[in-house]
């Protein structure tokens, strides 16, 4: 069993910079990939970005270029940079990782882009 922690949204400007932590209750190398999604209203879930076991980083093509994610494995957090804001990247975040086949999120945090 995974606790995610998520913290770090809140309301930015366009242009701005926000960066997002993820802390889990284990260490990052007994879980398999850590993965940030997001979901605008009324719409789906979708990936953001992610970094494998070994910490490899993969991102959404929206994301490329702005979006930074990055971990500290002494404390089992997970980072997202997101720099170069715009409006459409209002959306709660949520952590995610799956252990053994359950998949685990965290209780998600808001970010507002809008002027």
């Known amino acids: 069993q995974v606790q995610l922690v998520e913290s770090g949204g809140g309301l930015v400007q366009p242009g701005g910079s926000l960066r997002l932590s993820c802390r889990a209750s284990?260490?990052?190398?007994?879980?398999?990939?850590m993965n940030w999604y997001r979901q605008a209203p009324g719409k789906q879930r979708e990936l953001a970005a992610g970094?494998?076991?070994?910490?490899?980083?993969n991102y959404a093509d929206d994301a490329k270029g702005r979006f930074t994610i990055s971990r500290d494995t002494a404390k089992n957090t997970v980072y997202l940079q997101m720099n170069s804001l715009k409006p459409e990247d209002t959306a709660v975040y949520y952590c995610?990782?799956?252990?053994?086949?359950?998949?685990?999120w965290g209780q998600g945090t808001q970010v507002t882009v809008s002027s």
């Open positions: 284990r260490s990052l190398f007994s879980i398999n990939a």
């Open positions: 970094i494998s076991k070994g910490g490899i980083p």
């Open positions: 995610n990782t799956v252990v053994t086949l359950t998949s685990y």
